[in-house]
């Protein structure tokens, strides 16, 4: 997790939004116009842009259409790593500010093509196989815990994504 130039935990999320197939090129043209104004309402089934709001923290997008990862991100690039396919999933991050106290996020698009790929990689990575290697990273086991029900989540995602000749654009931010 980030953190500002005082220490405090930034709250860098990921969020990812499906995309018919039939929409690949308007998708890779502008990945910003498929996510939401407002996707940690999404995430957290708030009223989005709610001054005030109570988070119900069941997704208000249905799951085959929103893949949220919350703060899991970082751990699960450094699991995928540059080399696998997976890692185009998790891979980038968010351009900080001078003052280190604001960013500009990173959005990506993946076409529908991609996704059978990332599917099978991520297959690869097993639970077990995950956890264990984050307590080698130096992950508590709850850390590890956590990671993993954001891998299992993108694995289910994805698998989707593949069957229905989908895509997805995300947000790291």
Do not use: N
Request: with cysteine; charged share 25%.
């Amino acid at each position: 997790m980030m953190r500002r130039p005082d220490g405090c935990r930034m709250g860098i999320r990921y969020y990812g939004y499906a995309f018919d197939g039939d929409l690949t090129e308007k998708a890779l043209a502008d990945p910003r116009a498929f996510i939401s104004s407002d996707p940690l309402a999404d995430a957290w089934g708030m009223e989005p842009h709610a001054q005030y709001s109570v988070a119900t923290f069941q997704q208000r997008t249905p799951e085959r259409d929103l893949l949220y990862l919350d703060k899991a991100w970082r751990d699960l690039q450094a699991i995928t790593g540059p080399m696998r396919p997976a890692y185009r999933l998790f891979e980038g991050d968010v351009t900080m500010s001078s003052d280190g106290y604001s960013w500009t996020p990173w959005v990506r698009a993946l076409p529908p093509d991609e996704m059978p790929t990332i599917a099978d990689d991520l297959i690869r990575i097993t639970s077990a196989s995950a956890r264990k290697r984050f307590r080698l990273q130096g992950l508590s086991a709850e850390d590890a815990d956590y990671v993993v029900r954001y891998l299992e989540a993108a694995r289910t995602f994805v698998r989707g994504l593949a069957r229905d000749g989908r895509g997805m654009a995300y947000l790291i931010g």
